[in-house]
């Protein structure tokens, strides 16, 4: 078996050193593209979904969500001394609570309608990164009041038809906007800031103070809805979820990724569906390309197959060399491709692919650079084989005069 891959190997490396070089130069850089397709796709995906955590966690539900154990009940009671609670538990760096009251807002005759969330703007720019994210004016301070602050799709165009959601019509910061609460009140408020985080859910969301809320509400209910929890980086939500329930937390606690996990795996699973297709196409190229490659060797050298079939050459050796010499090119092409894919990484990192919802980093996983290459190597010696096989079950005769 040794002496026949010996054999096999010191044939292929003679085909293709004998091989036009230009031929074999374009072959190999095809399967060099085609593997850089293969991965460089892949990880702009893992990079898009990279990007629609980070901004889940850090616009949206922090690390860990608290909600109210019982279904059936809308509230958290007891907020400030759960906060306290939540505080002290190791591995909390901080927590917010949010209480949300249905609305209309209005401004020059345009109406959106939407909860107004109050939050204290002390504790919510320890939990999320909205207030990095002001496009004009500044995020709320803890004694604002008659202010708010509102989401750059809110805010909208004056060009409605470059709206994605019902919009306010292209308020700037400093204009006035009516606010009717569905429990009767109905106040102005100056915009004090507009912010854009990219997030089509963070960047659709209006923000007042809890003393505002407290004020519009004729009292102080103690109440939210939810609250965000920002963890310490390095340490696991689930030790910290299970910390919080042992400090005696009794509500509702979950993960980002529990809290997000429907629309989350929806969306990767799309992309995964996208990526399968495009790793599908990419081998069927590479399958064709080095087939016909094959034939038209094979082809060419059916005489020179005949002569070593002649001279005692078995028919195995002579198709496994076929078969090497296309893991060879394939081999170098890979080579070739993966540096291609880290020059490419290394430019958009310093670059990054500005997408509508933020800016793409691409991720390189080494896990999806092994598993291509191989499926590639695999394609590749299945087409290196088919011809291969199919010249070298000629008759001898038949070989030496061309296949006639």
Known sequence: MHKQIAVSSFLAVRMLLRSGKGGTALTILIIALVFTNMIFLSSIIAGSINLFHTQTRDYCLGDI??????????????????????????????????????????????????????????????????????????????????????????AGNTDRSRDIFTSLGGVRTGDLVCISFVNGVTRQYRIKGIFSTKSYQADYQVFITRKEMQDVLGEDPDTAQVILVRTARGIPQDQVKT??????????????????????????????????????????IAIVVLFIVIMIKTINNRRQIATMKAIGINRETIILAFVIQVLIIAIIGIIIGTGIIFGLSGYFAAHPIEFPDGDVYPVIITGEIIRNAALLLFSSAVAGYLPAYWIAREPVISGMRGGG
């Open 65 to 154: 969500v608290i909600r109210p154990a019982d279904e059936d009940e809308s509230l958290l009671h007891s907020v400030d001394q759960l906060l306290m609670t939540i505080n002290r538990v190791p591995g909390v760096i901080h927590s917010t609570a949010r209480l949300e009251l249905g609305a209309s807002l209005s401004h020059k005759g345009t109406t959106v309608v939407m909860p107004v969330i109050s939050c204290d703007p002390a504790d919510e720019v320890e939990v999320t990164q909205i207030h990095t994210r002001m496009k004009e004016g500044s995020f709320l301070q803890s004694g604002d009041r008659d202010e708010i602050v509102i989401g750059n799709f809110v």
């Open 243 to 284: 910390a919080l329930m042992q400090y005696g937390v009794r509500e509702q606690v979950t993960t980002w990724q529990d809290e997000s996990s429907k629309f989350i795996g929806e969306a990767v699973e799309s992309f995964s569906i996208i990526n399968d297709i495009t790793l599908l196409v990419s081998l069927i």
